[in-house]
């Protein structure tokens, strides 16, 4: 009786244990509000204004992107090249790409460090990340450009939660509204908002603002950020997890409305995208992914 006794206690320790952990698990991958976001998307009737990524099915996977052999990372749209733009770190490197992912030009990086996202803002104009020293970094690029010197650009560096090369991933802006979004990837999870960078009006006083919104953070169901996408027709947020193989789309409120898994079988993807690390939407809509080591994709509406 007494030898029963002690097997049902160790049984019992044990599922408790498996019971914690399982817990701890889906804690960890966000399971539970992924599962509840899920059954809500049910009974959501679809906002026609809204991007609406479940629609989105791939028309380009996994091609490689020639010339590259790997850490591409980040992407953004020039609506007046009618290009991308991506970083390289490792062999710093700014690389202009057809939409059709083959490369047009590249362009040396020096002093940018560990340059990790690029945001078209303007005319000839993009924003540069080191996420090692959380510095924003302002450059001008045209026909002529050659290589790019950090030293000669207007440069902006914010420090905060240092956390090694878990800093700044990714990058949106928003024209209208003159904010840059600035994404961390994670320990701690966080968008930033900054204001006043760049400097867009010389005869005014320089002046930086960077908020948060720990309550739209705080809906982010995934392990962490790799890349942002402003969309400027709806007003809403794309933020891309590496970690959690997913593109959420968030309203003006900061509300995760849509989501595009990044997973074998979902969206017509014969095989899942190995580690998403930007996000980039054209004039038409249409979404496109780079891939580490040197993957291009592009999703679609039907």
């Known amino acids: ?3 029963v006794s002690r097997l049902t206690v160790f049984l019992v320790c044990v599922i408790l244990a498996a019971l914690v952990a399982a817990g701890m698990a889906a804690q960890h991958y966000r399971f539970f509000e992924r599962t509840w976001f899920n059954i809500n998307q049910q009974w959501q009737s679809i906002d026609p204004a809204a991007i609406n990524l479940g629609e989105y099915q791939v ?3 996994g091609r490689a992107i020639e010339g590259l052999e790997d850490d591409v990372s980040a992407l953004t749209y020039d609506p007046l090249r009618k290009s991308l733009f991506t970083v390289t770190n490792k062999k710093a490197e700014l690389i202009e790409l057809s939409l059709d992912g083959k490369i047009l030009r590249r362009i040396p990086l020096v002093g940018f460090g560990d340059a990790e996202a690029v945001e ?6 993009y924003v540069i990340t080191d996420e090692r020293q959380q510095r924003l970094i302002k450059v001008r690029v045209d026909d002529s450009t050659r290589f790019l010197d950090a030293v000669d650009a207007e440069q902006l560096t914010l420090g905060l939660n240092l956390a090694g090369n878990k800093g700044f991933e990714g990058l949106a ?3 209208a509204g003159k904010r840059l979004f600035v994404a961390k990837e994670r320990d701690p999870m966080l968008i930033y908002e900054v204001r006043g960078f760049p400097h867009d009006n010389p005869q005014e006083p320089y002046a930086t603002h960077v908020v948060t919104n720990p309550r739209r953070d705080a809906r982010l169901f995934v392990r962490d950020l790799s890349s942002l996408q402003f969309d400027e027709r709806s007003g809403h947020l794309l933020a891309l997890s590496d970690e959690s193989k997913l593109l959420l789309e968030l309203d003006v409120e900061g509300r995760p409305i849509s989501t595009l898994s990044l997973k074998k079988g979902r969206h017509g993807l014969t095989k899942s995208v190995p ?6 939407m054209d004039d038409e809509g249409a ?3 780079v891939s580490e080591p040197n993957l291009f994709y592009v999703f679609k509406k039907p």
Do not use: C, L
Request: negative net charge.
């Open 287 to 289: 979404v496109y992914v």
């Open 120 to 125: 078209f803002i303007g005319e000839n104009t």
């Open 59 to 61: 028309v380009v996977q």
């Open 1 to 3: 009786m007494h030898r």
């Open 275 to 280: 580690q998403a690390e930007g996000i980039a």
């Open 173 to 175: 802006y928003d024209s």
